[in-house]
Nanobody, 117 residues
Framework: QVQLVESGGGLVQPGGSLRLSCAASVNIFSINTMGWYRQAPGKQREFFAS?????????VDSVKCRFTITRVFDKNTVTVYMQMNRLKPEDTAVYYC?????????WGKGTQVTVSS
């Protein structure tokens, strides 16, 4: 069973920064995509950043130039980071890590990010 362990959420003031992390012990050669989604109150979960298969990083327009996704491989562990800068109240949501391995998607439990003064 693949487990994704997320951390790094919290309360931050507008304009502040947070870094989320998501660690998983997986067969790194089976990774198709890795990414982050978020779900704001009363809204559906939405994609906002990823490492797609064979391509460069992808971001939705609302987070471009503010958020940066990176990843680190260490033997059979991968950690995906999301550096979030210049946070806005509308970034408030539960943030989820997603990894697709050999065509099967796995989710973290989510971490709350609240942007408020």
């Amino acid at each position: 069973q693949v487990q994704l362990v997320e951390s790094g959420g919290g309360l931050v003031q507008p304009g502040g920064s947070l870094r989320l992390s998501c660690a998983a012990s997986v067969n790194i050669f089976s990774i198709n995509t890795m990414g982050w989604y978020r779900q704001a109150p009363g809204k559906q979960r939405e994609f906002f950043a990823s490492f797609p298969t064979g391509g460069s990083t992808t971001y939705v327009d609302s987070v471009k130039c503010r958020f940066t996704i990176t990843r680190v491989f260490d033997k059979n562990t991968v950690t995906v980071y999301m550096q979030m800068n210049r946070l806005k109240p509308e970034d408030t949501a539960v943030y989820y890590c997603n990894i697709v391995l050999a065509g099967v998607g796995y989710w973290g439990k989510g971490t709350q990010v609240t942007v408020s003064s």
